[in-house]
């Protein structure tokens, strides 16, 4: 393979080959083509700094300001993907030799006091209002970004920016290293007898690989974690497993602990170098949320009545149990029984009907529906097992592309997650650049004869994370800052959190959840005692979200510790003063919060309690209209995704729904009254 070669399979509008840009010929040819492209971009934004005042305008100033390095971003999201899903030595080392050379050189545009300068001139044309709103969000950005500081601040600023890149990347790879050396090995059958016959046989295929003497292996990763926590028997295990995912990372030499006291302690600096009291305030400069007491206020409002809910559900577990000793590691355990019980549900009973390609195809034919959006498979090699790959369409009109990778691996982080590897905009020809976008989920591999059966609570997760593809697809053909996740942060989940709201109705899972032996379509008796226990201990639920959200934000805005010592002591009385249960010596969570040390989340976890009170009115409206109606998924279209962030994202909300948000819509959406 050429460097040439390597450059189609990235072209734009065209889709990107994800199968052959990961092969060790293409991976061998990203050091070189990134650098080249890398020098290519600096070249071309020093020759738009030459450019005299009297030729800038909009045209011929900022359309190649926004092209100037897109093929250098998708080449290098898409090796950042690739490390994120099947993380190697060779993936790594590519990061970490190339990624402070691209953190320079976005220091280098973003502190630039000379752009500034000939986009303020800009400023001062006549523009049209996506031209003006596009402007004036560069123009905050490299405010935020500190384009006004002095020099000898700018270039401190500089390398702080290079070392938070490189210690956020060694977080995330200490997670995943970390998590990776975990496993159980039984042949106990009898601690299993209650776990659904594919997690066993999961765990039978955990074993052949690894080619253990045992019949079973079980790890850290999302489904076999979650089968252990849900159905072994065995009070020890379900702690040894609880303890296992609380102290990831938090030792030796994938220690997180000074990885995660170094990030803060340079955010800390950076805020203050910018005038800021607190890292959670700086970052509020391009949030919803007004001022941090405001978000401690929303979090506190939660904590206080979700609080009481949580006891109420505890002391449910305590007597159903029969335990006074409940622990966390409990939880899952019995809450599963108490809910089959009570309502007449469980996993067990419900996940036969949800195959993973039934989910699929019932997600894409509901958003057919709404949007009149349609998936059409692409023939190609996936680029790992199970992956998948899309054209979208609206009105037959080619809008993006779309990838899913949906089954877990052990090179692959935690959790789920979608990117947009190439965001979608019109230039001034009128050329449309396509969006590709992904969704990364770490779903149950198939077995042998059985496709991979998913829990209710896995079809939300998929839903989800469409959620934010959709936001991306049917983002308005406007300029690349404008569009899907360009918005604020604290807005961008409530997109991705309404879908969710459409796994709960007969009216979409009968199009889909059929029995996968059987061909039986699920019962409405079961949707109903589903729909039931939707608020089943939701007071737990909303507590534990609120613990992540106030460990976040107290990190961020009060003084950081000057001690790793500290840190654990910080982290765990947070941790022990906004949890329901008590907290065991060596709880480490923290060590593996990669949301807020290797994402995008830092002082930002509120902004899943937030966008839910949004979201939670936003589907208020979906059932005034019809969930399945055209009227709504029209209005919604057009009125709260293609907008993206054209306006700010309050005025959107309020233009929607005819109000202010309010918290209540929270309580009221999980059943806890005043």
């Not at 210690?167 to 496993?183: G, M, P, R, W, Y």
């Not at 046989?201 to 074993?207: F, G, I, P, S």
Request: proline content about 5%; charged content about 25%; aromatic content about 12%.
């Amino acid at each position: 393979m050429t460097q040439k070669e390597l450059l189609e399979l990235i072209k734009t509008p065209g889709m990107i080959d994800y199968a052959a840009l990961k092969t060790p010929e293409a991976l061998a040819l990203f050091p070189e083509t990134l650098s080249q492209l890398l020098g290519q971009a600096e070249a071309h934004f020093e020759a738009l700094l030459k450019m005299s005042d009297e030729d800038l305008d909009y045209e011929t100033f900022i359309d190649p300001f926004f092209t100037n390095d897109e093929i250098l971003n998708v080449l290098f999201k898409a090796i950042d993907s690739f490390n994120s899903t099947d993380s190697s030595d060779q993936t790594r080392k590519i990061i970490a030799d190339f990624q402070p050379k691209l953190v320079d050189y976005y220091n280098k545009v973003n502190l630039s006091g000379e752009l500034y300068q000939k986009l303020k001139h800009i400023e001062s044309q006549p523009l049209s209002a996506h031209q003006k709103r596009s402007l004036e969000l560069i123009l905050r950005g490299m405010e935020v970004a500190g384009v006004h500081l002095p020099e000898e601040k700018r270039e401190v600023l500089k390398k702080i920016n290079k070392q938070l890149s490189e210690l956020s990347e060694a977080f995330n790879n200490n997670v995943i290293d970390s998590k990776a050396e975990f496993f159980f090995e039984t042949n106990d059958e009898s601690i299993l007898s209650e776990m659904p016959e594919e997690d066993k046989q999961a765990a039978q295929k955990e074993a052949k690989q690894r080619q253990s003497k045992s019949a079973y292996v079980f790890t850290l990763s999302p489904p076999s974690y979650i089968a252990i926590m849900r159905y072994c028997n065995d009070a020890s295990v379900r702690e040894l497993f609880y303890k296992a995912n609380n102290q990831v990372a938090c030792s030796g030499k994938k220690d997180n602990r000074p990885v995660a006291l170094k990030i803060l302690k340079l955010r800390q600096e950076k805020a203050a170098l910018m005038g800021f009291k607190s890292y959670a305030e700086y970052i509020l400069q391009e949030r919803m949320a007004p001022s941090p007491e405001k978000v401690l206020e929303v979090l506190g409002a939660v904590n206080d009545r979700a609080g009481k809910e949580a006891e109420n559900n505890i002391e449910a577990l305590k007597q159903y149990a029969k335990k006074d000793d409940f622990e966390a590691w409990d939880l899952s355990y019995y809450a599963e029984k108490l809910k089959k019980e009570t309502f007449h549900v469980d996993d067990k009973a419900l996940k036969p009907y949800f195959a993973f390609g039934n989910v699929v195809e019932g997600l894409f034919k509901m958003i057919k529906t709404l949007f009149d959006v349609e998936m059409r498979p692409v023939d190609v090699p996936p680029y790992a097992p199970g992956a998948m790959t899309f054209e979208v369409y609206r009105n037959d009109e080619h809008i993006a592309y779309y990838f899913l990778d949906p089954f877990t691996r052990p090179e692959k982080r935690p959790g789920a997650w979608a990117n947009d590897i190439r965001s979608g905009y019109e230039n001034s020809k009128g050329e449309y650049h396509l969006p590709v976008v992904i969704n990364v989920c770490n779903f149950p591999q198939p077995t042998d004869g059985k496709p991979s059966l998913l829990t209710h609570r896995d079809v939300e997760t998929l839903f989800h994370e469409f959620g934010h593809a959709i936001h991306v697809m049917l983002s308005s053909r406007n300029l690349p800052n404008l569009n899907g996740f360009n918005t604020e942060w604290d807005f961008v989940e409530a997109p991705s959190q309404i879908l969710e709201n459409w796994c709960w109705e007969y009216e979409v899972l009968s199009q889909f959840a059929t029995h996968y032996q059987t061909g039986e379509v699920i019962p409405n008796e079961l949707v109903e005692n589903l729909k039931a226990s939707k608020n089943f201990m939701s007071g737990l639920f909303l507590v534990r979200q609120n613990e992540f959200g106030f460990l976040d934000y107290l990190l961020h805005h009060e003084p950081v510790p000057e001690t790793v010592a500290e840190l654990d002591q910080t982290c765990f009385e947070i941790s022990d003063r906004y949890s329901p249960f008590k907290k065991f010596d060596g709880f480490s969570m923290y060590t593996a919060f990669s949301h807020i040390f290797a994402g995008g989340y830092s002082a930002g976890y509120y902004s899943y309690v937030w966008a839910e009170i949004l979201e939670a009115d936003l589907f208020e409206k979906a059932k005034e209209l019809g969930i399945l109606s055209r009227d709504f998924g029209q209005k919604y279209a057009e009125e709260i995704l293609a907008p993206g962030s054209q306006r700010p994202p309050m005025d959107l909300f309020v233009d929607f729904t005819g109000h202010e948000p309010s918290i209540e819509a929270l309580f009221k959406k999980h059943g806890i009254v005043g």
